[in-house]
Structures are given as structure tokens and as C-alpha cells.
């Protein structure tokens, strides 16, 4: 029978087999999660030094880790007898100690992953000794049995080396660091160091403000140390929140990190930035950093998509350590719904605490606070639940007004991200917002960080990121440009060149969307508008004249064509409008224009234009099929378009142009038939050339044709018409052809609406001759041709080259009253004669005068009208027509030739000889009428005096040849050329008549009334057109007694002139000075006799005579 001690023996060492084999299996299924599981070694480590020593201590670490192990050791408290045995047996350390995460237990079992085979150093607590020995888990068996027992055997080794090792002496020596853990790696063990090393750098930091109990952790990678520190800055409250600032530093980084952490009694909250050139940037919490904390962290949670870490020890955490139970498939725990607890309530603190500090600490980066997104797909978590919880977050925190560009806070929803699908065009769209004063762009910096907030954003929502309402790509920009309608407001609203800035925003649009939009309007035209793309053509006409002409008669090609300050790029769908086209639409457009449209300027100045730009470029075949203007008063609007006439009598320029030439001609010529006036500010004579030299125009009313003579012109033009007889057939017929170059005048003929034909009146005939006599005379160079002579076969036939005269001779056009329709206004047409022309003119006296001239002469001769019987017949009076008939009399019967007679009739200068002497001698009789009456008056008195016994008398003395004789002043002169002076006893007085504010005297009669100043006296006769009689006289003939006083020193001075004159011309040695006779006049103003120095006729004879 079994003992009952064998029984118990058993019994204890069955359950130490039964854990061994747990224990076994256990690590087996770390070997074969390796994944999952290599990255946590460190922290396992990490915790168990953490559990070493009391909540209020502090425990320092340093890892040494170099090609072939790792060393792990800290300062903490020794070793429990219970704490080494439950090492080596595998089973944890934790009672009821709430501080305790748990000491060598399943954790632990994570670091054989570096190696099965493990060196374990240090110090059993109550002077218990040091020791030092192998923990051997390296099982080489794999059946399953045979391994546990293998396995449950290295056990009982390793316990057995760890008495055995037991010593008072420290193995390690005489630091602080008496405990020590060494992992001998092999090849899987290297890649396990290096992937629980690779976050060290991120995560300690966290890891040290988590926990209290950690101080100094140094790591050793091949004999480099880094150590990691913590310190306490600050502490206050944001939102009735407690938030504590920790600097956390590193030995081998300049870089500071700050932690902000929100201390709550159930978690913690922590946001770090990084100081850079004295300014904190939030740091991104990105896929190195799990973003939840159970103490230490929980590996595998780096992908939840908050921008926040959060610790909580109320955490129902995965056995795993790599995540939290926050989806229970339909069974909600109480473990779940406080994990979601503590996550909506830590993250809702942190958006509304975080932002206060951001703004108040002026953090930059501020994208990072807002890196929500979908989280990975982690199989303990609920999507849904948290998708929506971010959203709701996302809510909030993009009203909050924190984020500092410039001078200003903005919330995220104010902010604008430019965004296109295509990398390399970010920058390009990135600029082209900047430079608009309407959004609030971005750092260009910051650019890709916003648009993976944005993107993240519309994932959550299951959205495009177009429909972010602050993303601005191509669409935004399109409708930008179409709301602002016009350059100017666009210009109005951007920082650069609105031409470069458009030029780019298309090229973006092409190169964002692969094509150019064509229904949006957004693409420049020449007026400056937005208008859609499909609406608009290149402009190939590239000619402003043509665009404006466009303007003016509602073509708008401006509106059509393409600004030509975009650069040309290329767009499906939009051709080039050639100028080809534009021409005829021009003109198409222009003929389709009703004469009433032409009311405005507008309209007027484009047809002008428009004919003036054809001709410049010379396109004759367009001109030939467009309508141009005349102005006619028959029509309601004034005014008519028609193509150009053909025929022999082609349209004339606007009167304007030729009637300084032919002011005549253009009083007698139709508006109809002259271009309309509207073209003269566009053409110039260039032009009208240009239109005569193709066949459109006359350039001139004075036309020469050369042609091919019809049977008509023929008639008229040739000499004699006997030397046409040879030339012809039996029938009459000419059998030759007659080529000629001969002159006429634009319309000047019977035919319908022509000049003769227009003409009615005897006005409009007085207009025609007045024409042909002095206009058409004067300009024909051919007028006085004699003839051309033609040689046709034998026979040599003189032609005239003057159509127009030809006609003016042989038909009726001189309009004159018919006689046998009495009380009437009726009036009949005859050929010219000297009696119907003589009616026509004798009231004009301006056409009269012109009749005399030779070439009027030469005309009326070859129309065969006496220029003799016509000159008389307009004679206004039988006397007058006497005179004419004596000097006519005289003339032929003097002897004198005929030739002669002309030659004395055309000299102008024999003319104003016989002229003159003529004013002289009705000067003489008039001045010889009024000395009579001076005469008269003065004896009137002096025969009172006499009667009253004075001694005087009156007479008539000749006074030299020195007179004056002008219109403006003259003097007495008797019928031998003498001017005669008044003698009154010893008196001289001098009669001056004068229609000027003067009287003139010689110099003879000046020396001679200053030389008699006591006995010189001046009449002055002023002529006012008034008729002279003796009242006339009476009243304003003026006495001037003392003139020869006024004149002394004039005369004195004019004497010196004279001597020094003649000594001028005498001269001194050998040189004189030849000075040509001119007249010297002495004026005497009428100021002088309109004075009281000038008295009447009776005054002077009383003043100086009376005894």
C-alpha cells in the first residue's frame, strides 16, 4: 500500500509536470505568433523593473544590446524568494497588489523570443544573498511528450543552478544596477532585438509620463548609450481640466519633445510637440506610435486613426496586449462598454482642450490635431461605433477657431486646401489659390498634410474629397472664375498678373481633368468676359480693325474670339476663327443691314471702316459684292445701300472729297450719286484711287476714258461727219472700229436721273451753265484741245475730245418759260443761244462778270453762241446798252485790229491804268463841285463884310501840281491838273476832302502852312456816303486857322530828315547811299478838327475878318 507522503510526493511533483507542460505549450504559441508577439519583449522587460519597486519609488533602466545579446538591467528592489521561483517555474508574481501589472507571467514568456536561453542575475531581498544562473527553455525534442518532460527537466535544472549560485558577493559588481537579464541571440533572436527595438525611440518617452515609477532609461546599442529623461515643466487647468507639460529628452537629439498631458482619475491624454527654431510644432502620432496605453503600450493599436495616445488602467485590454475589446459580436460586456467609455470621454476632453493650448502656445502643424481616420481593420474593434464617434469629433473640432495663418485664427471649415488627384500638380493649384484675395489657402508647406486630413475626412464619410467643403480643386476654381464674371473683378480679386494667373488655371484644368471644360464659363474673351469655351474660337483674324467693325453692327466678334492675351493652348471642340471668314461675315452681315439700320453713327462708321480696310488690303472681289452708301432725301432714312453701279457712270466719292475742286459740279450733281459722307472720315484720296483704279468709282466728276467708240460717241465727237461715209457698209453700219481717249463728266447726261435729265428749271439750268462756263472750262485740259487725228485705212478723221461739250452744244438743257402756256410755270427746253442764256443770267451779275473771261469765251464760241449778242442782250438798260453799242462802234471802227483789241482788253495792267484815270477825274469833278460850294458859302460872308465896309475878297489861286487824289483823301484841282487854293486878303486856305479818321498833306503843303503859320488856314470836307450840298457843308466843314503852328515842328524834324538824306545821297569818300523817291504824307488826325481848334466856315471868316 502507498504511503500517503510517497502519495503526496507524487501528487506535488504530477502538478509541477502538468504546469511545466502548460508553461511549454504556452511558449510554443508565442514561437509560432511570433509576429505578433517580437515587438513586446522590451515592455515585458520594462514592466517587470516597473513592478520592482514601490508606486512612490523610481526604478532607472539600460538596455545594452549588440550583434549576438541583449542585456536588460535595472536598479529596482531585489528579488523575493517567491518572485525567482515564479520566474523559473513561469507563473506571475501579482497577488492583490493593485499597482502590479504582473511580474514573470505569461508576459515575460514574450522575451524568449530573443532567446530560450536566458542569464539571470541579481540580489535576493533580507541579505538573502546574490546569484546568478540559466534559465534554460530550449527544447530540441518535438514530440510533444518527450519535450514537456525535457522541458519540465531544464526547469528543475535551471532551479537547482539558481540555489547552487547563491553567494553573498553581487555578481555585478558594486552599481546600482543588481539586476540583469542576458538573451544570447540567434538569427530569429536578432530580427526579434531589432524589431522590439525599432519604436524605442517613440514610445519611452510615453511610456516614462505614464508611468511614475520609470526614471531614467538608457539604452546601449553597440556601445553608443542614449538615455531617455522626463521633467516636470507645468501644471494648470484648460477647461476645468488638468493638463501637466513634460519635457522629454533624449541624450543623442537636440530636438525637445513636450508632452501635453490631460490627467484624468480614469485616463490620460497626451499630444507632444517638438520645439524648432524656438517654435512648437505639434508632433504626428503616426503608425509607429499605438495609440492606446495600458500603463505601457498596447502594440498593435498604432492604426486606430486618432491623433491623440491615451492611457487608462481601467483598459479591459486583449490577452494579446495588442488591443482593447470594443466589439463583442452582439454581447456588449461590461469590459466593452467601459473601454468605449473611456475612449469617447478621452477624446472628446482632448478636442476641446488641445485647441486652447495650441492657440494660446501659438503650436504650428496644427493639421496634426486633426488626424482622424478609419482605423485599420482590427478585429476587436466596432467600425461603426467609432466611425461615428470620429465624425462627431471632427464636427466639433473644425468649428473651433485655433489654426494661426497671418495676423488671423481660423476654424478648419475656413480654411482652403488646394487639392488635385495628381501629385505633381499640387504646387500648381496650390498657387493659383494663394493668389487669390477669396481663399484663405494653406501653407504651401502644409499642403499634402491638409489634404490627407481632407482625404481621411470624406473616407469616414464615405465621400469624395471634392465634396469637402474647403477642398479646392479644378471645379472650385472653375466656378470661382464664372462667378466673377468679369476681368476686372477677377483682376480686382488676385495678388499677381490676371493673364499669367489664367493662363496657368487653364493649363491646370487640362492637365487635372485631361481635357479643357467646355460648358462652364470660365474661358476669357476679348471683351473681357468669362463665356463658355464651346461659345468661343481662337483668334486667327488678329486684326483690331476688324473686331471693332465686328463691334459696331452686332457681330461681336470680340465676344466670340479668345482673349489675345491667353496664351494659345489646345482645347477639343474650339477651332480658330480665320480672318477669311470674319471678312465674309462682315460683309454678309453688313448687306443684310436695312437702310434704316443705318440711323446710327455706329452703323455708319463700320461700313466706312470696313470699305477702308478692304481697300488696304486689297480685296477687290469683296468690294465688288458690298453694299455701300449714298445719301438720298428720297428715302425715309435719307439714305440707300446698293453694291457698287456699273456702267459707264460709275458712283463718285462723298462730295466732301471733290467739291473743293468742283464746287460747282457738286451743286448740280445728285447725293445718289455720291458716295454718303460718312466715308470721308474713314477714305482718303489713296483710296478713292484705289476704288477708281478697279473699275468701282469715278476719282473724279472730270472722267477720261480710253475705249472702243459706240456709233453715239461717235457722232457727237467727230469734226466732220462726211469723214464717216467711206467707213461704212450699205446698211450704214461703221466697219472699223474707232479707239479714243476722250473726257467727260460724271453724269452729265439726258439719260434717267442724270443731270440733264433732272433739270427743270431755270435755276437748275443757271446752275448747269454756270457750271459748264466757269468749272468745266477751267478743269478739262482737253478744252482747248484743237482735236485728235485718227488714222483709219486712207483716211485721216479729226475727233474732239471733249464729250461733255459736244453735249452742251447740240441738246435742249437750257430751261425757258413757255410762252403759250400763260399763268403757268410750265417751261420749255431749247439748245443754247445767246438770247435763252442772256434771259438766264441777265439777273446774275456775279455769272455776268465771268462771261468776259477767255476761256468762257472759247466755250460759248464752240457751242456756238454770240458771246458779243449775248453780253448785250445782258445789259440791264437801253442807255447801257447804247454806251456798249458806241464803244463797240468806236472800237471796230478805229482802225484798230482785232488782235490789238484783245490785247488791250486782256492787259489787267492797261485795264487799271484806264481805271484809274477814270476815279481821277470823277475825283476832280466831285472835289471841283464841293469848291464851288466852299466858294459859295465863303462869299456868302465876305459879301456881308463888304457890305459892312470891310475890305475883302475872294479868289482862286493854282497852288503847284503837288496834289492828292484818293478815296481817302483828296484835294481841289481845276481841269489843268493844278490844285487850286483859296486866297482870302492874305490867307491861303487849303480845301481837303476826306472819308477817313485823316486828312493827307504834302510835303508842299505842309512847308508851305508852316512857313504862313499866322496866314494858313486847312478845310476839311468829311464824307460820310452822304450827298454833298451846301447844307451838307454848311454843317460839317470844318475850319482848322492855326494847322501851320502844329506843323512847325513836324516839318522842322521832317527837314533834318531831307538834309541828312542828301548827304546820304551826296556821300563821303566815294560811297553814297541810293534812296528810291517815295511820297511823303503829313496826316492830320481828326481829332484836330473835332476839337476846338476846328471851327466852321462862318467862325473863321467873323474870327479873322470882321473888323
Not at 484648460?238 to 501637466?244: A, G, I
Not at 473611456?342 to 495650441?358: D, H, M, R
Amino acid at each position: 500500500m502507498i504511503d500517503k507522503n510517497t502519495l503526496e510526493k507524487r501528487r506535488t511533483e504530477y502538478a509541477e509536470e502538468l504546469h511545466a507542460g502548460s508553461v511549454y505549450r504556452d511558449i510554443l504559441a508565442r514561437e509560432k505568433e511570433r509576429p505578433i508577439y517580437e515587438k513586446r519583449w522590451f515592455w515585458e522587460l520594462l514592466q517587470n523593473a516597473k513592478d520592482s519597486v514601490a508606486v512612490d519609488n523610481n526604478v532607472n533602466v539600460k538596455i545594452e544590446i549588440n550583434d549576438n545579446e541583449v542585456s536588460f538591467s535595472h536598479t529596482g528592489n531585489s528579488f523575493k524568494v517567491d518572485e525567482i521561483l515564479s520566474l523559473i517555474i513561469q507563473g506571475s508574481s501579482k497577488t492583490d497588489d493593485d499597482s502590479k501589472t504582473g511580474r514573470f507571467g505569461t508576459g515575460f514568456m514574450t522575451t524568449y523570443l530573443l532567446s530560450k536561453k536566458v542569464k539571470i542575475a541579481g540580489q535576493l531581498e533580507a541579505a538573502g544573498g546574490f546569484f546568478e544562473f540559466d534559465l534554460n527553455r530550449d527544447v530540441n525534442d518535438s514530440k510533444d511528450n518527450n519535450a514537456i518532460k525535457e522541458f519540465f527537466r531544464l526547469q528543475q535544472e535551471s532551479n537547482d543552478k539558481f540555489i547552487s549560485s547563491i553567494r553573498e558577493a553581487s555578481y555585478l559588481g558594486e552599481g546600482n544596477f543588481q539586476t540583469r537579464f542576458i538573451y544570447n541571440l540567434d538569427d530569429k533572436g536578432k530580427i526579434t532585438s531589432e524589431k522590439g527595438l525599432k519604436s524605442l525611440n517613440e514610445l519611452i518617452p510615453f511610456t516614462q509620463i505614464f508611468n511614475s515609477q520609470i526614471g531614467t532609461i538608457t539604452v546601449v546599442k553597440d556601445g553608443n548609450p542614449v538615455t531617455y529623461e522626463k521633467s516636470k515643466l507645468n501644471s494648470y487647468e484648460v477647461e476645468s481640466n488638468k493638463v501637466e507639460e513634460w519635457v522629454l529628452k533624449s541624450s543623442d537629439s537636440d530636438s525637445e519633445l513636450k508632452a501635453y498631458l490631460i490627467r484624468e482619475e480614469e485616463f490620460d491624454v497626451v499630444c507632444v510637440t517638438e520645439k524648432k527654431e524656438g517654435v512648437e510644432y505639434l508632433k504626428n502620432l503616426n503608425s509607429q506610435y499605438p495609440k492606446l496605453f495600458f500603463t505601457f503600450p498596447l502594440i498593435g493599436t498604432e492604426e486606430l486613426g486618432i491623433p491623440f495616445i491615451i492611457n487608462s488602467t481601467l483598459f479591459d485590454p486583449k490577452i494579446e496586449r495588442d488591443g482593447i475589446y470594443l466589439k463583442s459580436d452582439g454581447n456588449e460586456s461590461n469590459g466593452i462598454n467601459k473601454n468605449k467609455e473611456l475612449i469617447t470621454k478621452s477624446l472628446e476632453i482632448a478636442i476641446a482642450v488641445y485647441p486652447e493650448i495650441i492657440k494660446k502656445n501659438n503650436i504650428r502643424s496644427h493639421f496634426n490635431i486633426f488626424d482622424f481616420s478609419k482605423s485599420k481593420g482590427y478585429s476587436w474593434i466596432d467600425d461603426d461605433w467609432f466611425t461615428k464617434l470620429k465624425i462627431s469629433l471632427i464636427d466639433k473640432i473644425t468649428e473651433e477657431e485655433f489654426i494661426h495663418l497671418g495676423d488671423f485664427y481660423y476654424k478648419y471649415n475656413g480654411l482652403d486646401i488646394p487639392y488635385s488627384p495628381d501629385e505633381k500638380l499640387l504646387e500648381d493649384v496650390w498657387k493659383l489659390v494663394n493668389e487669390s484675395k477669396s481663399y484663405n489657402a494653406i501653407p504651401y508647406a502644409e499642403q499634402s498634410d491638409w489634404i490627407r486630413i481632407a482625404e481621411n475626412f470624406a473616407s469616414m464619410k464615405n465621400k469624395d474629397v471634392f465634396e469637402e467643403s474647403n477642398i479646392i480643386g479644378s471645379k472650385e476654381l472653375k466656378n470661382y472664375v464664372s462667378i466673377e464674371a468679369k476681368l476686372t473683378s477677377l483682376k480686382d480679386d488676385l495678388e499677381v498678373h490676371v493673364y499669367d494667373w489664367l493662363d496657368r488655371l487653364y493649363q491646370f484644368i487640362i492637365d487635372d481633368l485631361g481635357e479643357f471644360t467646355l460648358k462652364k464659363k470660365i474661358l476669357l474673351n476679348q471683351e473681357n468676359d468669362f463665356v463658355e469655351a464651346e461659345k468661343l474660337s481662337w483668334d486667327e483674324i488678329k486684326d483690331e480693325v476688324l473686331i471693332t467693325i465686328s463691334n459696331k453692327i452686332d457681330l461681336n466678334f470680340s465676344k466670340e474670339l479668345i482673349s489675345k492675351d491667353i496664351k494659345i493652348f489646345e482645347i477639343t471642340g474650339v477651332e480658330a476663327y480665320k480672318k477669311d471668314s470674319a471678312i465674309e461675315n462682315l460683309k454678309n452681315k453688313l448687306n443684310q443691314l436695312k437702310d434704316s439700320d443705318y440711323a446710327t453713327q455706329e452703323k455708319l462708321e463700320a461700313n466706312a471702316t470696313f470699305l477702308k480696310w478692304l481697300i488696304d488690303n486689297s480685296k477687290n472681289e469683296i468690294i465688288k459684292d458690298l453694299k455701300i452708301l449714298s445719301f438720298d432725301k428720297k428715302e425715309e432714312s435719307n439714305l440707300i445701300s446698293r453694291v457698287f453701279p456699273s456702267g459707264k457712270h460709275l458712283i463718285l466719292p462723298p462730295k466732301d472729297f471733290f467739291k473743293k475742286g468742283f464746287p460747282k459740279y457738286s451743286e448740280i450733281i445728285r447725293d445718289k450719286d455720291c458716295m454718303h459722307h460718312s466715308y470721308t472720315n474713314s477714305l482718303g484720296s489713296s483710296d478713292y484711287e484705289s476704288l477708281d483704279k478697279w473699275g468701282f468709282i469715278h476719282y473724279s466728276p472730270l472722267v477720261k476714258r480710253k475705249e472702243k467708240l459706240d456709233p453715239k460717241t461717235i457722232d457727237l465727237l467727230i469734226q466732220n461727219s462726211n469723214d464717216l461715209t467711206p467707213l461704212k457698209d450699205d446698211d450704214g453700219k461703221l466697219t472699223v472700229e474707232i479707239e479714243l481717249e476722250y473726257s467727260d463728266f460724271a453724269y452729265l447726261t439726258t439719260s434717267e436721273g442724270h443731270i440733264y435729265d433732272r433739270n427743270s428749271t431755270t435755276s437748275s439750268s443757271l446752275k448747269i451753265f454756270d457750271f459748264l462756263l466757269n468749272e468745266a472750262s477751267e478743269k478739262d485740259e482737253y478744252f482747248n484741245f484743237g482735236g485728235e487725228t485718227i488714222t483709219v485705212g486712207d483716211n485721216q478723221i479729226v475727233f474732239d475730245k471733249t464729250l461733255w461739250l459736244k453735249r452742251a452744244k447740240n441738246i435742249q438743257w437750257v430751261n425757258v418759260k413757255d410762252i403759250e402756256s400763260e399763268g403757268t410755270n410750265k417751261f420749255v427746253k431749247e439748245v443754247p443761244s445767246s438770247k435763252n442764256l442772256s434771259e438766264l443770267i441777265k439777273d446774275n451779275d456775279d455769272l455776268v462778270k465771268t462771261i468776259r473771261g477767255e476761256k468762257q469765251i472759247t466755250f460759248l464760241s464752240k457751242i456756238k453762241v454770240g458771246v458779243s449778242d449775248l453780253i448785250r442782250n445782258t445789259l440791264k438798260t437801253d442807255e447801257i446798252r447804247i454806251s456798249w453799242d458806241k464803244a463797240l462802234t468806236t472800237m471796230i471802227t478805229s482802225g484798230v485790229s482785232p488782235e490789238l483789241a484783245q490785247e488791250i482788253f486782256s492787259d489787267p495792267v492797261i485795264q487799271n491804268e484806264y481805271k484809274k484815270r477814270l476815279d481821277d477825274k470823277k475825283l476832280i469833278n466831285r472835289n471841283q463841285q464841293l469848291g464851288a460850294i466852299v466858294e459859295e458859302l465863303f462869299r456868302e460872308l465876305i459879301l456881308k463884310l463888304k457890305e459892312q465896309g470891310v475890305n475883302i475878297d475872294i479868289i482862286r489861286k493854282p497852288f503847284g501840281s503837288d496834289y492828292l487824289l484818293s478815296d481817302e483823301s483828296s484835294d481841289l484841282v481845276n481841269n489843268n491838273k493844278q490844285e487850286e487854293i483859296f486866297n482870302i486878303n492874305d490867307w491861303l486856305i487849303e480845301l481837303k476832302a476826306t472819308g477817313k479818321n485823316y486828312a493827307a498833306m504834302t510835303s508842299l503843303q505842309a512847308t508851305t502852312a508852316a512857313d504862313k503859320k499866322d496866314n494858313y488856314a486847312l478845310v476839311v470836307v468829311p464824307l460820310d456816303g452822304s450827298d454833298l450840298n451846301i447844307e451838307y457843308v454848311r454843317t460839317h466843314a470844318k475850319v482848322v486857322g492855326n494847322i501851320g503852328y502844329k506843323l512847325v515842328p513836324v516839318v522842322g524834324e521832317f527837314n533834318d530828315i531831307e538834309s541828312h538824306k542828301n548827304e546820304l545821297i551826296t556821300g563821303h569818300d566815294g560811297v553814297s547811299v541810293n534812296i528810291e523817291d517815295h511820297n511823303v504824307r503829313f496826316r492830320v488826325d481828326s481829332t484836330v478838327w473835332n476839337s476846338e481848334e476846328g471851327i466852321s466856315i462862318s467862325e473863321f471868316i467873323e474870327t479873322h475878318f470882321k473888323e
